[in-house]
């Protein structure tokens, strides 16, 4: 079983900036592609944006296109999401996992919140 471990978040500004980090522990991390996911209150989780493994980028939600950066590194076995011009609408916790199918459980999450 994968283990996956976010971290980086926190409350930020309008406009300001973040960025969230996920460590996983499959020695076969660097033949997935990756998502970062989002749960926002009241509402199910979803994608925002995905990597693959030769690091081709999608993202899947339109509104983050040109403010946010999903990057990764095989070697240190992360992924990560560059988040700039925040919006109190980028609230919520964000998860890392496969994509777009989800094959191994959730992490912990970590927390964003967007807010003056």
């Known amino acids: 079983q994968v283990q996956f471990v976010e971290s980086g978040g926190g409350l930020v500004e309008p406009g300001g900036s973040l960025k969230v980090s996920c460590a996983a522990s499959t020695s076969s991390f660097a033949s997935y592609t990756l998502g970062w996911y989002r749960q926002a209150p009241g509402k199910q989780r979803e994608q925002v944006a995905r990597i693959t493994s030769s690091g081709i980028t999608n993202y899947v939600d339109s509104s983050v296109k040109g403010r946010f950066t999903i990057s990764r590194d095989n070697a240190k076995k992360t992924v990560n999401l560059q988040m700039n011009s925040l919006k109190p609408e980028d609230t919520g916790v964000y998860y890392c996992?496969?994509?777009?199918?989800?094959?191994?459980?959730w992490g912990q999450g970590t927390q964003v919140t967007v807010s003056s």
């Open positions: 996992n496969t994509a777009p199918s989800v094959i191994w459980d």
